[in-house]
């Protein structure tokens, strides 16, 4: 890749998170409904491959409803936490109150 | 593609709306913070194209949050709605009350 294919190149977003009420049955909802591979599933989080990007269910408990960007320095946009995966990330608004994870890359396999 | 590829790819998301308060705002945030394009905007919709999937800004008062997919026979899914730009779709919930926009793919430029 050129220099100048990389200023040109857009970002990605690595995942969306959505709330659920029962990550089982909502893993049987969107398994009926499209072609997607469970990559993991416990009773509270489950990981859904798509062709293009990964769909996260998630329990309000544990995660807000949120898009996650994977960048290369996620310190500055706040206090890191670590996940169970070993990931290490912040939350933040955007404008109007939606949540934006900043996924800090080094910490990504 | 051979029959067995088709097979066995992978469903994709097509975009991802979610609500602000006032588009160019909130396009002014997500181009600092992030490499995309703006494809469309006016006062009340904003259509931003990231790598691997497009992001729509919405207001509260036109569309839900939602997640959409474009589908062979949307139809299926309920009666469907003509949007300005020509495409026709149904929004559902899903278990838990997340909105699911189907979009007819024989709508689709």
Not at 28 to 49: L, V
Not at 62 to 69: E, G, R, T, V, Y
Not at 97 to 107: K, L
Request: hydrophobic letters at 40%; glycine letters at 4%.
């Amino acid at each position: 890749m050129t220099k100048n294919e990389q200023n040109t190149s857009l970002d990605a977003i690595d995942h969306i998170a959505i709330q659920v009420a029962n990550i089982q049955e909502a893993l049987d909802w969107y398994g009926k409904h499209f072609k997607c591979t469970i990559e993991y599933q416990d009773n509270s989080w489950a990981y859904i491959k798509f062709a293009n990007i990964h769909l996260a269910l998630v329990v309000a408990s544990q995660h807000p409803n949120h898009l996650a960007f994977i960048v290369d320095n996620a310190a500055k946009y706040g206090s890191l936490q670590t996940h169970r995966d070993g990931t290490k990330s912040v939350y933040v608004d955007d404008p109007a109150g939606n949540t934006i994870e900043f996924v800090e890359s080094s910490t990504c396999k």
